[in-house]
């Protein structure tokens, strides 16, 4: 066997290895969508009361209307100061 193709070899071998300890680096963003619509499920079923109900829905829509305007930095801006209020508690 020629010293080429042993370093490739070793390579492939250290690759391989590489590859069950890593992470892969693809996202299937089909799979993360799935689990954001399983945690707005719970979220929304956590909710017994009708008027409960109908204040995520509103929630949902400004959050909605801000996005398709452009406005994200202003949804991301609230997420961020809610949970920041939530650990001082």
């Not at 490739?8 to 892969?24: A, C, R, T, Y």
């Amino acid at each position: 066997m020629s010293s080429e193709k042993k370093q490739n070899g070793f390579k492939d071998m250290v690759k391989e290895v590489i590859g069950q300890i890593l992470p892969s680096t693809e996202v299937d963003l089909g799979e993360i969508k799935e689990e954001v619509w399983q945690d707005l499920s719970a979220l929304y079923y956590k909710y017994e009361a009708e008027d409960q109900k109908k204040a995520f829905r509103e929630v949902m829509r400004d959050i909605s209307d801000r996005i398709i305007e452009g406005k994200w930095e202003s949804v991301y801006n609230k997420l961020y100061r809610m949970g920041q209020k939530e650990k001082t508690f």
